[in-house]
């Protein structure tokens, strides 16, 4: 189409923004939507895929398909999460309606609303709860029960006009709202309220959301209280157990006014215990992405230990990646060589390693220990020759001289004997 004809189409976007939107999907990579086409087969007529993206959405007749209703089990065993994915054309569709909501509204944000920002990481906010639970003797944490699926559509649409001078924004994300679940059974779920858990448009629109019925309420009533929020992971500091008390009941309110709803067994109050503050409390720990903050010992300066309160990878994700690096199978795999296992798992360890690793890592050695010891049964499977203890702590020693580096966790581990012997 000429330069003219897409000057004619209602709304403008150009083709630039849909071309680098499926440059972010395909980086993102992710499983074939309700239609079973992935990014491969989607690449196989590119141009003409892309094309029809732009034309509909340039002239407003886009309408998006069914998201296809995935369950995912939840760590530890405790029930489903319901992810939604949808089609590749319409992660791409979504990706270009996120990028022109990020641009505008990434300004407006709070400094402590770290979850999917640009330059932010999870790894942040973790870094800021660990400081401020350090000044502050008590700990708020707020779990949203069931946030992804009870986000009042009228309430985010408002949130969206607020934020964007073009209607067609607005007109796709009340169709992307309004999109149904389609289960594996083929039945589909019509929704009324909620935003898919797993679409490109989800993150903004959430943060978006929990701008104006959390952030912006705690910064206008209550200035002088901290807070860390990932998306719907929130934390905030008090100075007292009746201040937390206090400031669970308002927040409590406030979510209710917005359509949400705080979990009453999952909300807790904790105490930060450590060898300074001593007083009793029955709860002394609580999560946060992943890490689990609670007394840990630690040594100061001068080489004493004291006890600290800090975060570590959390039992739950230990037992999970546990359960992982079993079903790898390291053992059986006879038919590999050891660079083989190296390239297979490497992306996966150096990512838990680059998160779970950047407070407290030696609460991950246990973890990557279990990789070694599958390593060596490994080895005695394949060569029949390193049946003696002797034998493969010597062809152990021989591949970690020769290659330390070919497991992305050796640079950590090389030194401890697998466990197992």
């Not at 004619?8 to 923004?17: G, H, L, M």
């Not at 909620?194 to 701008?211: D, E, I, K, M, R």
């Not at 083989?340 to 990512?351: F, K, S, W, Y």
């Amino acid at each position: 189409m000429d330069h003219q004809a897409a000057k004619n189409k209602p709304f403008v976007i150009s083709k630039w923004e849909v071309w680098q939107a499926y440059q972010r999907v395909k980086a993102n990579k992710g499983a074939p939507g309700v239609d079973g086409c992935s990014i491969a087969a989607f690449e196989a007529d590119l141009r003409g895929n892309l094309y029809k993206i732009w034309n509909r959405m340039a002239s407003g007749s886009y309408f998006p398909p069914p998201v296809r209703a995935v369950a995912i089990p939840k760590a530890g065993g405790r029930g489903v999460r319901m992810l939604g994915v949808p089609t590749v054309a319409d992660r791409i569709a979504q990706t270009v309606v996120a990028s022109r909501l990020e641009g505008r509204v990434e300004q407006i944000f709070h400094t402590d609303s770290d979850g999917y920002r640009v330059g932010r990481s999870a790894i942040d906010a973790v870094a800021k709860c660990r400081q401020r639970c350090w000044r502050y003797d008590w700990v708020l944490d707020l779990d949203i029960q069931a946030f992804f699926d009870s986000v009042p559509h009228d309430l985010l649409v408002k949130a969206v006009e607020a934020n964007t001078d073009q209607p067609w924004v607005v007109l796709y994300v009340k169709r992307w709202l309004q999109a149904p679940l389609q289960h594996p059974d083929g039945t589909l779920h019509e929704r009324d309220r909620g935003t898919p858990q797993g679409s490109a448009v989800s993150p903004v629109l959430a943060n978006l959301f929990l701008h104006y019925a959390f952030d912006t309420w705690m910064a206008r009533s209550y200035p002088a209280v901290r807070f860390e929020r990932y998306v719907d992971d929130i934390v905030v500091h008090c100075t007292s157990q009746q201040h937390a008390r206090w400031l669970q009941t308002r927040i409590g309110q406030r979510l209710t006014e917005v359509g949400l709803r705080l979990h009453p067994a999952k909300t807790r109050i904790a105490y930060c215990k450590d060898s300074n503050r001593r007083g009793d409390h029955q709860v002394i720990a609580f999560s946060f992405l992943g890490y689990e903050f609670r007394p840990r010992q630690a040594r100061n300066r001068q080489g004493r230990p004291f006890t600290a309160f800090l975060p570590a990878m959390s039992r739950d994700k230990l037992v999970d990646k546990g359960r992982e690096v079993r079903r790898w199978r390291l053992h059986r795999r006879t038919g590999d060589t050891l660079a083989d296992l190296a390239q297979a798992i490497n992306p996966i360890v150096r990512g838990w390693m680059n998160y779970w690793g950047h407070f407290y890592r030696s609460r991950l050695f246990g973890l990557l220990l279990r990789i070694n010891t599958y390593l060596v049964r490994w080895a005695r499977r394949k060569y029949k020759r390193l049946g003696g203890f002797n034998r493969v702590k010597a062809w152990w020693a021989r591949v970690v001289q020769h290659n330390p580096g070919l497991f992305a966790h050796w640079q950590w581990t090389t030194q401890f004997l697998p466990t197992g012997w």
